[in-house]
């Protein structure tokens, strides 16, 4: 009979392979450097998590939870105010390239783009969700609901830019130009 797992040690297993998904920029890693990272084997990660697709789907979890808080949070001291959208813009480009968010923001990305591509229904059905969520808060402060769209693959380009380079001067260049030249309507 197996050992029953230690809810704890699960928990903290999770937390320590999530932190290599963060350095190493994905998910779909081996089981082996998962391992490494949280110094465990790979045996234990199978005994707690029953295999490594559970375990990506835990990893997948947390990862969701954390970005539905960041994104609250970020939305909440934003605020509704469409006037403000270059601020809030340029206020979201520091906030994902800064150095405390942008392990989480290249996982973010990552995952969007394997999540699109992959074989799994429920995989590309959350990635569409969570770029309707962007488009729709991006909506609600735009004059012109149209360009929320634009400005997200604005956003995301100058990201796969910034993480690819290591240049977020560049993007923050692009938005900004974006602004002085996009036609302001009356909100």
Not at 89 to 100: K, M, R, V
Not at 131 to 151: H, I, K, Q, S
Request: some cysteine; charged content about 25%.
């Amino acid at each position: 009979m197996a050992r029953p797992t230690n809810p704890a040690r699960k928990e903290e297993l999770l937390e320590r392979c999530f932190e290599v998904a963060l350095k190493e920029g994905s998910f779909d890693i081996s089981l082996s450097v998962y391992a490494a990272g949280a110094d465990t084997s790979p045996r234990m990660l199978v005994h707690h998590f029953g295999s490594k697709d559970a375990l990506m789907a835990a990893l997948e979890a947390r990862f969701d939870a954390q970005g539905e808080a960041d994104f609250a949070r970020f939305e909440q001291e934003q605020g509704a105010d469409p006037a403000s959208l270059e601020r809030v813009f340029l206020a979201l480009w520091e906030h994902i390239t800064s150095p405390e968010m942008a392990p989480m923001a290249r996982l973010a990305q990552n995952e969007l783009s394997r999540r699109l591509t992959g074989s799994s229904e429920g995989s590309r059905r959350a990635a569409v969700a969570q770029t309707r969520r962007w488009v729709t808060f991006l909506e609600t402060r735009l004059p012109d609901p149209g360009t929320a769209a634009v400005l997200l693959m604005l956003l995301q380009g100058a990201l796969v830019n910034a993480f690819e380079t290591g240049d977020t001067a560049l993007g923050r260049a692009a938005i900004t130009t974006f602004f002085e030249r996009w036609p302001r309507r009356s909100v």
